[in-house]
């Protein structure tokens, strides 16, 4: 077993793990850490956790030290430098009529490199952009391209649920969704209500697909035959997923037709063949991957760093 804490970063939703050894983290310290990108500052997630050391991707690096008050005002320091070159970089984009909309400017901890977040319908050559903010700033500079997801889970927003969204809030990586998960939970298919901020399908479908495929298991289709426990045939108008009840045609004597409902239990019928999870998983794969591979090229992506 090994300890590790999560810690997550300010535009990276992501949550990543580090080796806390004899420094007494919890949840709600910031931390400073080494990365890919250099010396990080950030805020922790999950704290101290024992876990399997198979389960853990080596190596896992360790944790420099708590932020102390010099460190947590370099980086409030670092949020002010930051706006400032979002100012100049949107400046910057107008002066070479660049089409592409900047969402965020993130110095990292050490000052070592300044990063500009953007979308864009198409690819951008943005090398005498890079050049230019160069020039202004002395120091690295990366622009990366990223999709309208990635821009509502940095900037955030309230859902119509009224919480903060999903993505910004606890979702560490976006999840894959279909238009079958809203079907599955009898949603109305109009994209107005099952679209989030960014425009696409909504995270939440996933949160309770699950219980919804496991309900929806123990009910008949609209449309299927079903037989009463008081001995009557009819066919099935309507089913309520979370109350288990289902309103169905009967015939009476004489030809004469009534809607009734009756609770699941009292209704015999052939029920739907639940599948199983790899099947679920490769109808899913095979959907999604269609559905990806035209975003992606559709989206792009571009980077292009200045040494």
Do not use: W
């Not at 080596?58 to 005002?73: G, H, N």
């Not at 889970?153 to 809203?182: D, N, Q, T, W, Y």
Request: charged residues 35%.
């Amino acid at each position: 077993m090994e300890n590790i804490i999560g810690v997550r970063f300010r535009t990276a939703g992501k949550v990543y793990f580090f080796a806390p050894g004899k420094l007494e983290i919890k949840r709600g310290d910031h931390v400073i850490v080494e990365t890919a990108r250099g010396i990080e500052y950030g805020y922790v997630v999950l704290g101290k956790k024992e876990v399997d050391k198979a389960k853990i991707v080596q190596p896992l690096k360790p944790v420099i030290r708590l932020a102390t008050a010099e460190d947590d005002a370099r980086d409030a320091a670092n949020r002010i430098k930051e706006k400032d070159a979002f100012k100049i970089c949107q400046e910057k984009i107008q002066k070479h009529g660049l089409e592409m909309k900047l969402i965020e400017a993130e110095y990292t901890f050490d000052n070592n490199k300044v990063l500009f977040y953007f979308t864009a319908d198409g690819r951008i050559d943005f090398r005498e952009l890079v050049k230019d903010l160069a020039s202004v700033f002395k120091t690295r500079i990366e622009l990366r391209q990223i999709g309208v997801r990635d821009e509502t889970k940095i900037l955030g927003g309230i859902g119509i649920c009224g919480r903060s969204l999903c993505c910004h809030s606890h979702l560490s990586e976006f999840i894959p969704v279909s238009i079958k998960m809203a079907k599955e939970q009898n949603l109305s298919l109009n994209p107005a209500k099952i679209s989030g901020v960014c425009g696409r399908l909504m995270c939440c479908l996933k949160h309770e697909e699950e219980t919804y495929e496991e309900l929806n298991s123990h009910l008949p289709n609209t449309g299927d035959h079903v037989t009463t426990a008081d001995g009557l045939r009819g066919e099935v108008q309507s089913v309520n997923v979370l109350r288990q009840k289902v309103k169905v045609i009967v015939t009476l004597e004489g030809d004469e037709k009534e809607i009734r409902e009756y609770k699941v239990e009292d209704l015999k019928f052939r029920p739907r063949r639940k599948k199983e999870k790899g099947e679920k998983a490769a109808d899913m794969a095979d959907k999604e991957l269609k559905a990806l591979e035209a975003l992606e090229r559709k989206e792009g992506k571009s980077k292009l760093d200045d040494n």
